[in-house]
């Protein structure tokens, strides 16, 4: 076993990672403001799979992301801003015909809501084709999420072609986030769906509270959620700022979440589910990938984007091999 690949049941880990999906520009009131109160609009870039892929590259793992976008200006900076991130964006198609898609945040004291204006946008218009690509056929792993299959009925097909292949035939294996919209699923379709998706991947990502939401309120821990989804050699529950368990066959591994002073939670999912699979790749044994999930989902939270700076190498070897009451005491102090 090396730090480029790491033996989980019966495959390899192994990059470059390919991750696949939409992302779309983001307007965002600048300064931090109510919608209807704000008086000036920043833009910046938001998307689950390119998310994952920047945070990858950051922890220095090999990364693409696997898209389409418009022949237009938000196109063209979000493909930049991607690619300077150290992401290989040579699997982006460009479509002529079809926009960018857009969201608005409008910030609360609660929560953010967003709006979106996605709907016929040139990444909804993937199909399964694209699974021919180079950038996905020479990966050594796939990664996407339940965003993608909610976008159109090509983009589930392209979903459910990936992990149609029998487990034991797959030639890569396929890392699959639940990353429940619910707004994107309006025909009530999203639990049977997704639990089906889910079942069939490789490694699957899930918070409790989206479990519970989709597949009953029954599931009080992350040990029913794992009786429900036996099926993927490795599950992951992540149960909100408390802890996150990875199930690697039938070993349990939990770690609690350290303290961290939250700014806005966007984007921390997908930084979890990147620091995580950044240590299989390196790996490590599951304790250890769950505390860089923990660390990069840290740096999601401390900014008000979905992207933030990582710790510095030494503080994030430091916080891996720190003691159980440092790691407690979260990453904000030390």
Not at 52 to 73: E, F, I, K, Q, T
Request: charge should be negative; proline fraction near 8%.
């Amino acid at each position: 076993m090396t730090a480029a690949s790491r033996t989980t049941g019966r495959w390899s880990v192994r990059p470059p990672v390919a991750c696949i999906g939409e992302t779309m520009a983001a307007l965002v009131p600048d300064p931090v403001a109510r919608l209807e109160e704000a008086g000036r609009l920043g833009v910046r870039i938001a998307g689950a799979e390119s998310n994952v892929a920047v945070y990858l590259a950051d922890h220095g793992v090999p990364a693409r992301w696997v898209s389409a976008l418009g022949d237009d200006p938000f196109g063209r900076r979000i493909r930049s801003e991607v690619a300077a991130s150290g992401v290989d964006v040579s699997g982006v198609r460009t479509d002529p015909h079809r926009p960018t898609g857009l969201l608005v945040k409008d910030p609360g004291t609660e929560a953010t809501r967003v709006h979106y204006y996605r709907r016929g946008s040139a990444a909804s218009a993937l199909t399964a084709d694209v699974l021919n690509d180079d950038a996905v056929r020479t990966a050594g792993l796939v990664h996407l999420s339940g965003i993608t299959p909610a976008l159109s009925p090509g983009c589930h097909e392209l979903v459910a072609a990936l992990l149609e292949v029998p487990a034991a035939e797959r030639p890569r294996p396929v890392s699959f986030d639940v990353n429940h919209r619910p707004a994107l699923w309006p025909d009530g379709t999203a639990a049977t769906v997704l639990l089906g998706l889910t079942r069939r991947a490789d490694i699957a990502f899930v918070g409790l509270d989206e479990a519970q939401a989709l597949w009953g309120a029954g599931l009080t821990d992350a040990a029913a959620v794992r009786e429900l989804l036996p099926e993927p050699r490795v599950l992951v529950v992540k149960d909100g700022g408390r802890a996150a368990t990875a199930f690697d066959g039938d070993r349990a591994h939990t770690v609690p979440a350290p303290r961290v002073e939250v700014v806005e939670p966007v984007g921390a999912g997908d930084a979890f589910a990147a620091g995580f699979l950044a240590g299989l790749l390196r790996g490590e044994e599951p304790v250890r990938a769950l505390r860089l999930g923990h660390l990069t989902a840290g740096a999601a939270l401390r900014v008000t984007g979905d992207h933030g700076p990582l710790p510095d190498p030494a503080r994030l070897a430091a916080l891996l091999d720190a003691g159980p009451q440092e790691w407690a005491a979260g990453t904000d102090h030390g």
